[in-house]
C-alpha cells in the first residue's frame, strides 16, 4: 500500500519517543528526494529489550548457622574466612563444632548402635576424604571400621576418642562456607537455636535487587552483561532469583555469577550495573526506531527503498519497542528491504 503524504500530527506519546530516538515527527512529503540519506536494513530477529540495574559485588544472601549445644563460645572462626572440608566452625566449652561436607543435615547422635542412614554414608565419605580411613567401604551401615575412623578424626582433633559423633558436634554442608558476620559473641553463652554465624558462598558474585514484576528479567541460567568499574565489561550467569521480603515489601533477590576470575580483584561492595535482557517478540521483522514515520491517512509507516533508488511511504503495524528498534508488520515490507532512517 503507498502512502506518499505522511502527516504532521502526531500522538504525544509517539512524538517523545521519536524524538528521544532522533526520528522525524514530521518527514518531508516528497519522499523521492534524490538528497542521498541514511537507510537500515529491514531484519528478522527476536526483538530484545535490555534493562540496565544497580548491582553489587558481595557473597550473596547469608544463613545463620545456630547452636545445636549448651554451653559458652570459647572460639569462633574469623569473619571472612573459609571453613572448608575438615575444618572447625566455632567451639562451645572448648569443643569443636566441625563442617563437613554433605546435603542431609545433621539431625541425630551417631555410632555404633545407629540404625543405617544415609547420614551415616555422608559421615563415611567425609572421613575417606579426609583420610582417616582407606579400608572405610562408605555405605548407609556403622562398622567396627567406621568407629575406627572416627576416633582417629577426634585424634586428630585434641579430643575424647570415644568412637561416636554427638548432634551438635559437626554440621554437614554442601560446600565451603565464607564467614560474613559472627551473631554471637565470644564467651556468651549458647543453647540450642542460638544463632552463632551468619555464613554464605566463598565465590563472589553480584547481587541486584528487582521488583517481583520483573521476575522474567533474571530466570535462573539467564546470561546477564556486567559493567565493571574499569570499564571493561564481561559476561555472568543467573545462579539465583529468591523472593525475600524487606521492610514488608516482597523483592526478587538475584545473584549472578561472573565468568571467569574477572570480579576476583574487586573489592566487596563494589558498584556493577547490570544489563538483563528480555524477549519481547519473537521472530518478527524489527527496524530502527527512527525509520518510523506518522501517516497522513492514519497509522504508521516506513519510507521504503525500490530498486531504482525511489522510495515509497509504506504502511506498517509498530509492535513491541526494545531499545531503539521496534517491531513492524504489513504487506509492504519484508524481510531485507531497505528504510530511511533519521540519522
Request: with cysteine; net charge negative; hydrophobic share 40%.
Amino acid at each position: 500500500m503507498t502512502m506518499r503524504h505522511p502527516s504532521r500530527a502526531v500522538p504525544a506519546a509517539l512524538v517523545a519517543l521519536l524524538a528521544a530516538c532522533g526520528a522525524p515527527a514530521a518527514p518531508s512529503a516528497d519522499p523521492s528526494s534524490s538528497t542521498p540519506r541514511a537507510t537500515a536494513t529491514v531484519d528478522r530477529s527476536d526483538l530484545v529489550a535490555s534493562t540496565t540495574t544497580p548491582c553489587e559485588l558481595g557473597h550473596g544472601a547469608t544463613t545463620s548457622i545456630d547452636a545445636r549445644t549448651q554451653g559458652t563460645l570459647t572460639a569462633l572462626a574469623p569473619a571472612g574466612s573459609i571453613v572448608g572440608q575438615g575444618q572447625v566452625l566455632y567451639v562451645v566449652d572448648t569443643r569443636p563444632v566441625v563442617r563437613l561436607t554433605g546435603t542431609l543435615p545433621a539431625w541425630r547422635d551417631l555410632g555404633p548402635s545407629s540404625v543405617n542412614g544415609a547420614d551415616v554414608q555422608q559421615l563415611e565419605q567425609a572421613l575417606v576424604d579426609l583420610g582417616y580411613s582407606v579400608a572405610l567401604s562408605v555405605d548407609q551401615h556403622w562398622t567396627a571400621a567406621t568407629t575406627a575412623a572416627v576416633r582417629r578424626w577426634q585424634k586428630a582433633l585434641g579430643e575424647a576418642q570415644t568412637g561416636t559423633v554427638r548432634l551438635g558436634e559437626v554440621v554437614f554442608t554442601p560446600q565451603d562456607l565464607r564467614v560474613a558476620e559472627h551473631t554471637a559473641d565470644l564467651g556468651a553463652p549458647v543453647e540450642p537455636g542460638t544463632p552463632v554465624l551468619g555464613v554464605g558462598s566463598p565465590q563472589q558474585v553480584v547481587s541486584c535487587t528487582l521488583r517481583t514484576s520483573q521476575a522474567a528479567l533474571a530466570p535462573v541460567g539467564a546470561t546477564a552483561h556486567l559493567s565493571l568499574p574499569d570499564g571493561s565489561r564481561t559476561d555472568g550467569t543467573v545462579t539465583a532469583a529468591d523472593i525475600v521480603t524487606v521492610d514488608d515489601q516482597q523483592q526478587l533477590a538475584v545473584s549472578i555469577s561472573a565468568t571467569g576470575d574477572t570480579v576476583g580483584a574487586l573489592l566487596d561492595g563494589a558498584s556493577v550495573p547490570v544489563a538483563l535482557d528480555q524477549v519481547v517478540a519473537t521472530d518478527v521483522l524489527e527496524v530502527p526506531v527512527t525509520a518510523l514515520v506518522a501517516l497522513s491517512g492514519g497509522g504508521y509507516g516506513l519510507e521504503k527503498v525500490r530498486a531504482d533508488g525511489s522510495t515509497q511511504y509504506v504502511h506498517v503495524t509498530a509492535g513491541a519497542f526494545a531499545g531503539t528498534s521496534v517491531e513492524v508488520s504489513g504487506d509492504g515490507i519484508v524481510e531485507g528491504d531497505e528504510v530511511v532512517v533519521t540519522p
